[in-house]
């Protein structure tokens, strides 16, 4: 800070206007980092479909812990989601009035009382200062409403990937059940065959062998 006063009417004015400045562009990176959130939405996405076919359009009936780690992920995915939609939803920060309005109207309303110049140029600056405050109030809540929503969606997302990987390993563990009935059911096949076709030949032989002995 320096030699810098808070009695200063110059100084104050610089920090709130620089503070100010600060919460603006805060508010904007919280928006921004949706990205983040969009990258871990897409990664559910990967699974989600073939995950949604094994439980409900297919025949076989799975774990119940299949269908709570499903139903739990999903909880919590639309949970982050309506979080994330509320962190996206347009809010307007607050406009501080054209700078006209003081040195103009403020200004010409103070010196038609007969204030001195000196005396009006401080009544000027407080009622600006006054303004930045409350701008700076304002847009530090929203940009605070804007955070908790980036949390709470960033937070449920990844709590979402507990029953989600859960999930994962149970599909992959079902493909690989249904890829080894079916090797199971060809190996049969091509066994029945194979006695079959044995068995015919053994026929055929046998038939030979008897009319060989008659003859």
Known sequence: MGNKSFYDLDYII??????????INLHQKSVDRF???LMVYSAFCIFLVPIIQTLFFSKEQYHWSYYCSFYLFCTLFIISI????MLLSPEALYILVAPSVYYKRIRQTFETKGISSAQT????KRYYITELEKAIITNRLKLNRKTSFYNRAFR???MACIPYLYCIWLQINSEKKVLLKKEIINNLSSFTKTNHICGGKNQNSK?????????
């Open 82 to 85: 309506v979080n994330s939609i």
């Open 35 to 37: 990205t983040t959130l």
């Open 156 to 158: 449920f997302a990844i």
């Open 14 to 23: 610089e920090i709130n206007e620089q503070r100010l400045e600060q919460y």
């Open 207 to 215: 038939k030979s062998t008897i009319t060989w002995s008659k003859q």
């Open 121 to 124: 140029d401080v009544m000027v």
